[in-house]
């Protein structure tokens, strides 16, 4: 089982810029397909991004695409999710999670293994 740790969220102004890191245990990190959702108040869980082992492989949600990106160092076992151009609407927990399978995918079904989360707030 993996454990992950989530952490960078906080308070930003719209416009502004935060970078989330997810910290991975186990030996065998690289091999693992990674994705960032997240969970405003009162609404479902959504996808925001994805990136396969090796880090060339990458997916956005439409709302994120062009202001977030996700990236990868293995050899931290460390995901991240820089994220510019904050919204209101961006405000909620971030959660970073394992998926079951080798394939990119989008769905939070696909993931098996997910970190506590951390609290990101936008205010305008």
């Known amino acids: 089982q993996v454990q992950l740790v989530e952490s960078g969220g906080g308070l930003v102004q719209a416009g502004g810029s935060l970078r989330l890191s997810c910290a991975a245990s186990g030996r065998t990190f690289s091999s693992y397909v990674m994705g960032w959702f997240r969970q405003a108040p009162g609404k479902e869980r959504e996808f925001v991004a994805v990136?396969?082992?090796?880090?060339?492989?990458?997916y956005y949600a439409d709302s994120v695409k062009g202001r977030f990106t996700i990236s990868r160092d293995n050899a931290k076992n460390t995901v991240y999710l820089k994220m510019n151009g904050l919204k209101p609407e961006d405000t909620a927990v971030y959660y970073c999670a394992v998926a079951r399978y080798e394939g990119i995918t989008n769905t939070d079904t696909g993931f098996g293994s997910w970190g506590q989360g951390t609290q990101v707030t936008v205010s305008s």
């Open positions: 990136i396969n082992w090796s880090g060339g492989t990458t």
